[in-house]
């Protein structure tokens, strides 16, 4: 039996939220507007523009669209001084274990994250070479909920959607995994994430029978 196994990247591979809080406070305070970390939860899963957006009107400040795109590449920059000192310790508890399972048993095994600095980040960690295939925020038009990052994901792996099973942190992630058709199973709190079809803290507590009932499933 063969399932595609679709992961995000942040929040369930490694944990890059807290450098995009660093950065993103950096700018919002370069604004006078206040950043917290629970204004932090709620950009994950969420595109870099819609971010800066919603920041914004947090902030009720607007900007020209110039100076929007300046400050959008201002917090890359950041971002990238951040993820350029990263390595393989960052990967999250037992990720590495799962990937090597799922290796073994031969099963489908994609990237779907809505982060541009995906590949960069999965090299510097040196996960690159573990994926199949790669769906990445240079990819999709439709940010999460929509399905389409998943959704292209499957096509690479040559696997109908319904044969696909994807890890998410994110509520907006968890229901695009939901619209389309496949399993969805939430990496985080589960009161944040109960559309989800499973919930698992961290990949700590997701036991080998748990994956192999899922693939032959
Ligand atoms: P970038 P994921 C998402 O990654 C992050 O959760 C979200 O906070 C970020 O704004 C988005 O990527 C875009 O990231 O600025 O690097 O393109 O969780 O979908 O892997
Ligand atoms: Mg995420």
């Not at 305070?29 to 899963?45: A, R, V």
């Not at 110039?66 to 990720?95: C, H, Q, W």
């Not at 319904?162 to 199973?185: H, L, P, R, W």
Request: hydrophobic share 40%; net charge negative.
């Amino acid at each position: 039996n063969k399932k595609g196994f679709i992961f995000d990247l942040d929040g369930v591979i490694v944990d890059t939220a807290k450098y995009h809080f660093l950065a993103w406070r950096k700018l919002a305070n370069g604004l006078g507007i206040d950043f917290t970390h629970e204004e932090n939860e709620q950009l994950k899963g969420v595109s870099r523009v819609r971010s800066l957006e919603k920041i914004l009107e947090w902030g009720g400040k607007t900007l020209s669209e110039e100076e929007f795109t300046r400050l959008m590449a201002k917090k890359n920059e950041e971002y990238l001084g951040y993820i350029n000192k990263m390595d393989a310790s960052e990967i999250l508890p037992d990720v590495n274990r799962v990937l090597e399972f799922l290796s073994e048993k031969n099963q489908g095994v994609a990237l779907g994250s809505a982060s541009k600095n995906a590949r960069p980040i999965l090299e510097k960690v040196n996960l690159l070479d573990k994926f199949n295939a790669i769906v990445d925020g240079n990819d999709v038009s439709k940010a999460k909920p929509d399905p389409e990052v998943f959704l292209i994901g499957a096509k690479l792996l040559n696997m109908r959607p319904e044969d696909c099973v994807v890890f998410e942190d994110s509520v907006a992630g968890i229901q695009a995994a939901n619209k389309a058709d496949m399993i969805s199973i939430g990496i985080g709190e589960k009161d944040v994430l109960h559309e989800a079809d499973y919930v698992f803290k961290d990949f700590t507590e997701m036991s080998e029978e748990f994956i192999e009932a899922i693939v032959s499933d």
